[in-house]
């Protein structure tokens, strides 16, 4: 089994940045990529930025310029850094990792992490 631990949310005001990490352990095999979702109240959860074993990232346009997402392959965690941020950035946001193995893809997920901006 995979565990998923992550941590740096909080509440900050508009403008500021935080740093999300979520760190992997357990049963780790064949990773093909790690990112954060976010969900908002009332809102589908949705992806904001994630980054492949081999290092391409891909972002939500809402973040792309202000979010940067890196990774630690030797330590199985992936970071976020979220810069000049904005209530709407106000959400759960929860860590994914995403296998493969045998052709079939596993997804792990994290508890999640608040994250509040204030105007």
């Known amino acids: 089994q995979v565990q998923l631990a992550e941590s740096g949310g909080g509440l900050v005001q508009a403008g500021e940045s935080l740093r999300l990490s979520c760190a992997a352990s357990?049963?780790?095999?064949?990773?093909?990529?790690m990112g954060w979702y976010r969900q908002a109240p009332g809102k589908q959860r949705e992806l904001v930025a994630a980054i492949t074993s081999g290092g391409s990232t891909n972002y939500a346009d809402s973040v792309k310029g202000r979010f940067t997402i890196s990774r630690d392959n030797a330590k199985n965690t992936v970071y976020l850094q979220m810069n000049s941020l904005k209530p709407e950035d106000t959400a759960v946001y929860y860590c994914n990792l995403e296998a493969k193995a045998a052709g079939f893809r596993y997804d792990y997920w994290g508890q999640g992490t608040q994250v509040t901006v204030s105007s």
């Open positions: 357990g049963r780790i095999f064949s990773i093909s990529a």
